[in-house]
Structure formats: C-alpha cells, structure tokens
Nanobody, 125 residues
Framework: QVELVESGGGSVQTGGSLRLSCATSRSTDGSNYMAWFRQAPGKEREGVATILPRGGTFYAASVKGRFTISRDNPKTTLYLQTDRLTPEATCMYYC???????????????????WGQGTQVTVSS
C-alpha cells in the first residue's frame, strides 16, 4: 500500500506559477512509476506528466515546456512545477503511483493503483 498526499495548490493569476508536491508514505516498489493527472469539473481526468524509475520524464502536449515533473533522491516526494499558468489549468491535480506501467499507458488513469486526494489549482484571468 502506498499513501499519497498532495499539497501546494492555490489561486494565482494568469502567468503565475505554483509548485505542487506529493508526499509518499515511504519509498517502495509500489511507487516506481509516478504521474500527475488533473481533472476539471465535468471532464475526464487527464494525464499531465509522468516520471519513470530512472528519471525519464514525459509530458502531455498541452503542458510541455511549461510544467516540470521531478522527484527527490529518496523518491519520497514528487513535484510538479507549473509555470505560465492559464485559466485552462484550473483543475484538481492528483498524483498517482504504481509498481509498473507500460509505456503505452503512462497517461492512462486505469494504469495507476494508488492515488492522492488531490490539490486544487485555480487560475484567474
């Protein structure tokens, strides 16, 4: 079992930045693959960024160049640096983890077993 707790959300104006954090209960094989997802009201949850066990990162086209995913060396905290935010980024942001995720499913919600409760990001124009 892997427990995930997100923090760092808040309200910013267009062009602003936020750094989201996701603390894991401990570094285990269960959190080898980690990702950030987001969900707007009435919309599907979508993958935003993923980080692989050896540090490789991949991003959704909508955030590439503006968001950066990273994790600390003990692999107990996952981060998402969000820059140049726009109102379209107003969502609940979730971190997710699993022991193994195939490359074709890195941005698939169903591929991840463990989820946090989410942190709200609101961007005003």
């Amino acid at each position: 079992q892997v427990e995930l707790v997100e923090s760092g959300g808040g309200s910013v104006q267009t062009g602003g930045s936020l750094r989201l954090s996701c603390a894991t209960s401990r570094s285990t094989d269960g959190s080898n693959y980690m990702a950030w997802f987001r969900q707007a009201p009435g919309k599907e949850r979508e993958g935003v960024a993923t980080i692989l066990p050896r540090g490789g990162t991949f991003y959704a086209a909508s955030v590439k160049g503006r968001f950066t995913i990273s994790r600390d060396n003990p692999k107990t905290t996952l981060y998402l640096q969000t820059d140049r935010l726009t109102p379209e980024a107003t969502c609940m942001y979730y971190c997710a983890a699993d022991a193994w995720v195939t490359s074709s499913r890195w941005f698939a919600r169903a591929a991840y077993t463990f989820w946090g409760q989410g942190t709200q990001v609101t961007v005003s124009s």
